[in-house]
């Protein structure tokens, strides 16, 4: 049985030297909500500012859009930012298959990952 999510720290900093990017991340997420992207501590968002690109093991990278290149020598920051919630409910007689215990099980490890990384950064 492969493990999908392995463990990284959820959060990836850059030096911009003025580009569109990429700038990449090698942290799993399951949907283009699940990151934040900020230029110094500006919050960008997505398809606006900029797009996110994945990798068939749900890593990937981030490029700006065009005329919103952050200006060099800023600091570019993506971050998990999936939202801790319940999504799976199972009900008695109903489906439990092994790809939506995985599905499940996978969202959990990333938001136990996501609070591991902020508790990591603190005094």
């Known amino acids: 049985m492969a493990i999908t999510v392995d463990a990284v720290h959820r959060k990836i900093q850059y030096t911009s030297s003025g580009s569109l990017g990429p700038y990449s991340f090698s942290f799993k997420v399951l949907a283009a909500t699940d ?5 110094d501590s500006t ?9 996110t690109g994945y990798n068939s093991d749900g890593t ?4 700006f859009t065009s005329g ?3 200006a060099s ?3 570019v920051t993506i971050e998990s930012d999936q ?16 790809a939506s215990i995985n599905d499940a099980l996978d969202k959990l490890t990333i938001n136990d990952q996501q609070i591991e990384t902020e508790l990591s950064r603190n005094i």
């Open 43 to 51: 919050v960008k968002t997505v398809t606006t500012h900029y797009t």
């Open 73 to 75: 020598d800023t600091l």
């Open 68 to 70: 919103n290149a952050p």
């Open 60 to 63: 990937g990278a981030v490029t």
């Open 35 to 39: 990151i934040k992207v900020s230029v």
């Open 83 to 98: 939202s801790i919630s319940r999504t799976t409910d199972y009900s008695t007689g109903g489906d439990f298959t092994a």
